[in-house]
C-alpha cells in the first residue's frame, strides 16, 4: 500500500473525525490538484521546525512502537501545509507556534510543556466555537471566497493533531505498528479481536 492510497483509506476511515479543511487538503493531494492562488511559499524558522517535531511526538511518542519523529511525521506536516491548505490554515498555524515561542517551549521541562499543551487544546475549544461561526456567516455571504482569504483558519491545534495523526497512520512503519497489513485479503468472515490485537488493513 503507497500512500496515496493510504491517504484515501483514511480519509474514508476518518471521515467523520478529519475537519472541512483537513478533508479538503487531502483530496487536493489525491487529485495532484495545482496550487494556484496558494501563497507561493509557507516557511517555518529552524525553531518553530523544532517546536513541530516536538509536539508531534508529545502526541504520538516512540514506545514500543515508532513515534512520530520516527516515520517522518514532522516534515509530512510541513509538506501538506505548503502544498495542500489556503492562507487561513498558514496563519493560523504560524500564529500558534509564535504562541509556543513565546512560551519558550523548547527550553522548558517535559511535565511543563504537557502543561503548556493542555491549555492550548482547552482554548482550542473556544476557538472553535469562533471558526465554526465564521464558516457559518461566510455560508450565506455572496463574497465568500474573499471573506475566506481574510478569515482566520482552523485552529492550530486542530491542524497539528489531524496532520500528526493522518501523517503518522499514512506512513508504512505507523500502519504496520498499529495494523495487521494483509496485502491480499482472504474471504470476508467475522473474527472476534482478541484483546490487544490488532485490527486489519488492506
Excluded at 516557511?43 to 518553530?48: D, G, I, K, V
Excluded at 503518522?168 to 482478541?194: A, C, D, N
Amino acid at each position: 500500500m503507497n500512500r496515496r492510497t493510504a491517504i484515501t483509506h483514511v480519509a474514508t476511515m476518518l471521515g467523520g473525525v478529519l475537519s472541512a479543511p483537513t478533508l479538503l487538503a487531502m483530496s487536493r493531494r489525491e487529485g495532484h490538484t495545482a496550487s494556484e492562488g496558494f501563497p507561493m511559499e509557507f516557511n517555518l524558522t529552524e525553531s518553530q521546525r523544532m517546536i513541530v517535531e516536538e509536539v508531534a511526538e508529545m502526541i504520538i511518542p516512540k514506545t514500543a512502537t515508532p513515534g512520530a519523529k520516527d516515520v517522518g511525521v514532522p516534515a509530512f506536516i510541513v509538506m501538506m501545509l505548503q502544498d495542500c491548505y489556503k492562507t487561513p490554515e498558514h496563519k493560523s498555524f504560524v500564529e500558534g507556534l509564535l504562541y509556543l515561542e513565546n512560551k519558550q517551549f523548547l527550553n522548558l521541562s517535559a511535565e511543563q510543556k504537557m502543561a503548556v499543551l493542555k491549555q492550548v487544546e482547552i482554548d482550542s475549544v473556544e476557538e472553535m466555537k469562533a471558526y465554526q461561526i465564521q464558516q457559518t456567516k461566510m455560508g450565506d455571504n455572496e463574497d465568500r471566497e474573499q471573506m475566506a482569504a481574510q478569515a482566520k483558519g482552523l485552529p492550530f491545534w486542530r491542524l497539528m493533531k489531524e496532520l500528526t495523526m493522518l501523517g503518522y497512520f499514512t506512513s508504512e512503519q505507523g500502519m504496520k505498528s498499529s495494523f495487521e497489513y494483509v496485502p491480499i485479503p482472504g474471504k470476508v468472515e467475522m473474527i472476534k479481536m482478541k484483546p490487544n490485537q490488532k485490527s486489519f488493513a488492506y
